[in-house]
């Protein structure tokens, strides 16, 4: 499988709760445009994830959209769930 490359614009970038780019190319045909924002907040030991998705696609992409309701939750579900992993991994083992 071909890796996806992306170049992004940073639109927006509030440390440390707040950061929105634009996607201004990509390998993959997808969408004519692109635009991502994520705003963090805590919530006691955990913090919550506001997503924000836009896409003009093509109509290679426009057909599936769709199926955007379904796979749009599970891909970032998926996402938050390794950059957890990822978090807990790098913050080492509790010293509980």
């Known amino acids: 499988m071909a890796q996806i490359r992306y170049t992004e614009t940073i639109l927006a970038w509030d440390e440390p ?22 705003r963090v907040s805590s919530h006691g030991h955990h913090s919550v994830v506001q997503w924000t998705f836009a896409i ?17 939750p599970r891909m970032f579900r998926r996402a938050m769930t390794n950059l957890s992993v990822r978090l807990t991994e790098a913050a080492g083992p509790d010293p509980a």
């Open 17 to 38: 709760d707040r950061w929105a780019f634009r996607v201004t190319r990509s390998t993959a045909p997808l969408a004519y445009a692109m635009a991502e924002e994520y």
């Open 56 to 72: 003009d696609p093509r109509p290679i992409l426009a057909r599936a959209t769709s199926l955007a309701d379904v796979i749009l």
